[in-house]
């Protein structure tokens, strides 16, 4: 597992639990998504993941994305 899977694993899983959660409890839950994707999107641009640093200082090994 390298940290560009394990950046797109954790953001899908967000984004799922978010949608799942404005249907059943509350819509303002898609400001969760909302703020995902913003971060997918400025991460495609500037190459910097606050996810993608964490998981480097936890040990996991660079992708293409995220290289060290």
Do not use: E, H
């Amino acid at each position: 597992m390298n940290i560009d899977r394990m950046v797109m694993r954790f953001a899908g899983s967000v984004v799922i639990l978010s949608v799942a959660l404005a249907y059943f409890f509350s819509p303002w839950w898609l400001l969760l998504a909302l703020f995902v994707g913003a971060n997918l999107l400025q991460s495609s641009f500037t190459g910097f993941c606050p996810l993608a640093r964490i998981l480097r200082k936890l040990g996991l090994k660079p992708g293409c994305a995220f290289p060290s």
